[in-house]
């Protein structure tokens, strides 16, 4: 028996996605004229894991203190995890700053255009070297993330749920037109699963795709027990964000005695996060055992 995979550039059309996303878009900072492809990259550090409503003026105030990778450079890790404040993953942070120094230092200030070189930088996996590639420079590169991987398992493969595989880069690699379209193609898809075509709730009504296979078969439910997500409270991203939220108060080094009152709940927790937060290299501590951001001490003498 023949299987006929059905082909995912039949479920769009690029002009009518386009359109749509032209009209229907995000005012969102990073998308704005005049916006460099080192802010693209900052914006797209920011947004792992990260919801855009947090991420807004965030990006905002950082890129119009640090416009450039050498801007960046220049600043101590300190400022920079100041800066970064309660978006989360504090690691991401270090690494762009790591990343800021080997753009400034290896490629004259420039953020490379190619999937492999943007790879290689500190903090840029594949996906975000896709999406710089494609958002700031207009390449036509297949970019994934879970809105996208959304979209193409309804509609074209007609699952309530997608079902994460290394098809997928194929599959929106041949939605994609082989002209300057691609790039917005591959923006609209990703606004449309952010939008309209969410995991709760999707608003089919206001779908540009014409022929989605999930719609047309009736919104089959997925068979898989939704995840529950993971709670926040009491974790040790918890701890650790609230010993951090001591260090960026204080311009001087801390005592321990001062972050021991942060987290009360467990001190053996609170100890482990203080020492996670050490080998990440995000806190210090002094020859006297008290404690600051890294790149503080050094910046004071």
């Not at 965030?58 to 220049?74: E, G, I, L, Q």
């Not at 991401?92 to 700053?97: E, G, M, T, V």
Request: charged letters at 25%; hydrophobic letters at 40%; glycine letters at 6%.
């Amino acid at each position: 028996m023949t299987v006929i995979v059905p082909r995912p550039d039949a479920a769009i059309d690029p002009d009518r996605l386009v359109a749509w996303y032209e009209s229907a878009r995000r005012d969102l900072p990073w998308r704005r004229p005049g916006v460099s492809p080192w802010q693209i990259l900052v914006s797209e550090i920011m947004l792992q894991q990260t919801p855009v409503a947090r991420v807004q003026a965030v990006f905002s105030d950082w890129v119009r203190r640090w416009p450039t990778p050498s801007a960046t450079a220049a600043a101590t890790v300190a400022d920079v995890l100041r800066a970064w404040g309660k978006l989360g993953y504090p690691r991401r942070a270090k690494r762009l700053h790591e990343c800021a120094t080997v753009i400034a230092t290896e490629h004259d200030d420039v953020v490379p255009d190619d999937v492999d070189t943007l790879q290689s930088l500190p903090g840029i996996g594949a996906y975000t070297a896709r999406a710089i590639a494609c958002f700031a420079y207009g390449h036509r590169v297949p970019v994934v993330d879970t809105n996208v991987r959304r979209v193409l398992a309804r509609a074209v493969r007609g699952q309530a749920d997608p079902v994460p595989s290394a098809r997928d880069l194929v599959d929106v690699e041949r939605l994609l037109p082989k002209d300057e379209r691609a790039s917005w193609v591959s923006v609209a898809l990703m606004e449309l699963g952010a939008t309209v075509c969410t995991a709760r709730s999707p608003r089919c009504g206001l779908c540009p795709m014409p022929n989605c296979k999930w719609h047309d078969a009736g919104h089959p439910p997925s068979p898989r027990t939704a995840k529950r997500a993971q709670g926040y409270a009491g974790t040790d991203r918890q701890v650790r964000g609230r010993l951090l939220d001591v260090l960026r108060r204080s311009d001087f080094p801390v005592a321990k005695e001062e972050l021991d009152v942060a987290w009360l709940t467990d001190t053996d927790q609170r100890d482990r996060a203080l020492a996670s937060l050490l080998a990440d290299g995000l806190v210090e501590q002094t020859t006297d055992g008290r404690y600051a951001l890294s790149g503080e001490l050094t910046a004071a003498e």
